[in-house]
């Protein structure tokens, strides 16, 4: 365990309360507490319907299922990404077809998105994401979407609250996807969510994820066992309320790393483009030179840090036996540079000095130093 972790839920009392009486209730499956959770994420996102899930991947497949990816449909989505984006592609049996992203933003490049839809008529759809807790073009993509006719979801599971030009992500597209997963924004333990604005898609949802039923007994069509349980959605309910607050404190450290970070030669702080409210699930430096010597320091330190991602999806091994060859620059220089540093909600304004302070002394070439010294306090 780090002394200062990357991430850390900010679980408390009120957590514990809900969970409490959801057990005393006696009934743990689903239930009221996960209607209410989705009535009322809902109403956050300014959907009109969200379906609870058991984890993001499982929101994702189906959400994807329910837009008809079957065998063969191509599916644009990003290379710079968590796995379960591609993932849940393949598990509809569908193809993902990899798209560059852009150098500053780390999200799809709308560009090199245009290229491919105007070159591929055989895409059906896009999965963007909004990485590490910044929105991707959106609008500028769902418009590329009608112009070509094909579905847009957003994978959200980083980007809970997250706006673009005033308006939260997920009410893009045809879906958006969440995940509550413990190192997420919010969290439920595991979970997921599906919202959309279309109400067939969202009873279509509903289908797939409790055995293709809406009456008892009566399976319409092959479902699956997806639904969230109550213990999970009353932590999700609390850690909703919570949500604006933490990520008003992510910012906050945020600011305080651009601050204290921004012009260090050696490393770049993330970007923000006018109009995009950033929720920083990362913090996320490009270190051009010696970027695995700063994580091994940090973490030498008790200072968290990961690299998110060190290999895009087109290079994963699992992937490249889809047949086709991807050469993606961007991406594929980002994961050699990329180190997210801990920004979570419960992080202390001496850890993030302290942060700060470390990355400052290796990027002076004061590491070995700093390591005597460290040492020397340790004994
Ligand atoms: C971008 C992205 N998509 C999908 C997922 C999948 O979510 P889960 O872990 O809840 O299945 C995650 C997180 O783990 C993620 O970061």
Redesign the pocket.
Known sequence: MMRIPICKPDIGEEEQEAVQKVLASGHLAQGEEVAAFESEFAEYLGVSNAVATI????A?FVALKALGVSKGTKVVTTPF??V??ASAILQCGGVPVFCDVDEKTFNIDPTRLEDILKQDSDVRGIVV?H?FGLPCAVEEVGFLARKYGVFLVE?C??AHGALYCGKKVGGFGEAG?F???PT?NMTAG???MIVTNSEELARTCRMLINHGSKKRYIHEMLGYNFRLTDIGAAIGRVQLRKLDKNNQRRRENARFYDRHLSGTPGIETPFVPEGYFHVYHQYTLRVKEKRNGLRDFLLAQGIGCEVYYPLPLHQQPFLQKIGKTYHLPVAEKLCKEVLSIPVHPLLSDEERWEVVESIRNFLAGNEHKFVELVKEENF
């Open positions: 984890n993001g991947t499982a994702l990404t968590f379960a984006t994401v990485l994978d599971a980083q996807v995940s509550f997963y997420k595991e979970g997921g």
